[in-house]
């Protein structure tokens, strides 16, 4: 009875050390790609950052003290208002780290797209017609935002539902275990990355990132590079596409953009203003 229960005792205890090993395993395994997701660059050049940051969950503000460094050596970590630190809705700081960090480079992406969208419907539009009735594209004699006013109600609610699918998809995605599981990002998951498309009963052929597989057989140190630039550039976009939306406001208020940007009469904030208005 004495050997039965040592075996028994014995087993649990390897049972738990086994446990240990491969939650530490699965922990160093999230922790590589998150730091990997969450490195930038110095002026689009990123430094080397150290081997602590490529190897812990960016999850505490010791460890986004130690990445900012790589983010910008000359600024360092900089958070005066200690948002890190708020616990948003009564949750961990974990939580409240990965909620901001996804924030952080989402805004950064639609700040990309918004302001290489105004440059190029600045300049060019399709030379097809838009409707079915064979309207054209808002002419380029229109600002950006006028060209916007300018289209159809339902060619706006495409786009917003469209968004909003993309939106929607990336919070509900199937949880790990499943093809296109994914982590989420406020529970060690990798803020950023956007689950793939295989779980939705009709086919798609093309997933959102890297659609043609073009950079499927990169290394890890040139993706840690790549996505050091994205946030980078993203920062920089959201100071841009700001400066266009000031400059066509305020006229005058950014003197690099006078005589570039057409002055704009209606509300950036208000996207179906031209369509209809609230009354209270």
Request: aromatic letters at 14%; a negative charge; hydrophobic letters at 45%.
């Given at each position: 009875e004495e050997r039965r229960n040592c075996h028994i005792i014995l087993d649990r205890e390897v049972e738990e050390v086994l446990s240990s090993l491969t939650n530490t395993a699965n922990m160093k395994f999230a922790a590589l790609f998150s730091a990997v997701l969450v490195g930038s660059a110095s002026a689009f050049n990123g430094i080397p950052v150290s081997s602590r940051s490529k190897t812990s969950l960016s999850e505490t503000k010791a460890d986004l003290e130690v990445l900012?460094?790589?983010?910008?050596?000359?600024?360092?970590?900089?958070?005066?208002?200690?948002?890190?630190?708020?616990?948003?809705?009564?949750?961990?700081?974990?939580?409240?780290?990965?909620?901001?960090?996804?924030?952080?480079?989402?805004?950064?992406?639609?700040?990309?797209?918004?302001?290489?969208?105004y440059c190029v419907q600045s300049n060019f539009h399709f030379p097809w017609a838009m409707t079915m009735k064979g309207a054209p594209f808002p002419s380029t004699d229109l600002s950006p935002p006028e060209q916007w006013d300018a289209l159809p109600f339902g060619a706006k609610l495409q786009i917003i539902l469209f968004v909003g699918f993309l939106e929607l998809y990336s919070e509900i995605t199937p949880r790990p275990g499943s093809e296109a599981g994914l982590q989420h990002y406020t529970k060690g998951g990798v803020p950023g990355k956007y689950p793939t498309f295989d779980a939705i009963p009709h086919p798609v052929p093309f997933n959102l990132y890297d659609p043609f597989k073009f950079h499927k057989n990169m290394t890890d140190e040139q993706k840690e590079k790549r996505l050091r630039a994205e946030i980078n550039n993203g920062r920089l976009a959201q100071l841009g596409i700001?400066?266009?939306?000031?400059?066509?406001?305020?006229?005058?208020?950014?003197?690099?953009?006078?005589?570039?940007?057409?002055?704009?009469?209606?509300?950036?904030?208000?996207?179906?203003?031209?369509?209809?208005?609230?009354?209270?």
């Open positions: 900012a460094k790589g983010l910008n050596p000359v600024v360092g970590y900089f958070d005066p208002l200690g948002i890190s630190d708020s616990a948003y809705w009564g949750q961990s700081t974990e939580f409240t780290i990965g909620f901001l960090r996804q924030a952080e480079i989402k805004h950064g992406r639609v700040a990309m797209a918004a302001f290489v969208g700001i400066g266009f939306l000031s400059a066509q406001k305020i006229p005058g208020s950014v003197p690099l953009l006078v005589d570039i940007v057409k002055p704009y009469a209606g509300e950036p904030m208000a996207p179906f203003e031209a369509d209809f208005t609230v009354s209270f």
